[in-house]
């Protein structure tokens, strides 16, 4: 049975639908006008070998980036969550490190079913890449995580460049979650029973 989903949220500050496929072949469109975080959630997807279409709108003239950001977040979280079920079988523990010329990044992460982020990037508050605050990484990863239930410590090791930080960042949450969702057998593995 295919793990996918598709899944709309509606709010007064945004509309955003997501289809996911855990098994995909890597058919990825992202339609979101905030500025270098479709790269970001391109190459997560790509490393984690989904099918995702993403179509996002929101207040960005009126207010800023973040109502949108952080609710892609949540809608992402969402359709992993979904698209895991009752987690029987799965790998359940992911990890990645990704290098992109200066810049090393982390990914290790749980489907525990408890969310939590642990988040250590070494650029100071401000750091804009382009016209992308950087703080909002920080935001989507915090719904993302307590959205898809699940625990992840992300860092950035180091890097002189915030834009290859991040995306070797965003690449290894996609690797860590390709390995952490595969199917390997038949077991739930958690001593309490239950993800």
């Known amino acids: 049975m295919a793990r996918e989903v ?5 709010t007064k500050e945004t509309d955003v639908e997501v289809f996911l496929r855990l098994e995909g ?6 339609a ?5 975080f ?7 997807a790509f490393h984690a070998g989904w099918d995702l279409s993403l179509r996002a709108e929101g207040d960005a003239e009126r ?7 952080e609710d892609v977040g949540i809608v992402l979280g969402e359709a992993l969550h979904a698209c895991l079920g009752d987690k029987k079988g799965i790998r359940r523990f992911g990890e990645a490190f990704v290098p992109m010329d200066d810049a090393l990044s982390m990914a290790v992460l749980d489907l525990s079913g408890r969310p939590y982020l642990v988040y ?8 804009r890449i382009g016209n992308f605050e950087m ?7 915090r719904a993302f995580t307590s959205s898809a239930r699940l625990t992840l410590h992300a860092k950035i090791w180091w ?3 915030a834009h290859h930080a991040s995306e070797a960042l965003f690449k290894a949450v996609g690797r860590a979650l390709h390995e952490a969702t595969q199917v390997v057998g038949d077991t739930l593995l958690s001593t309490k029973g239950i993800l």
Do not use: C, M
């Open 6 to 10: 598709t899944l709309r949220r509606t």
């Open 25 to 30: 072949e890597r058919r990825i469109t992202v």
């Open 32 to 36: 979101l006008f905030v500025p270098f």
């Open 38 to 44: 479709p790269h970001l959630l391109e190459a997560l």
């Open 63 to 69: 207010v800023d980036d973040h109502h949108v950001v």
């Open 120 to 127: 250590d990037i070494p650029f100071p508050p401000g750091t």
């Open 135 to 141: 703080a909002l990484l920080e935001e989507f990863l």
């Open 159 to 161: 890097g002189k460049n």
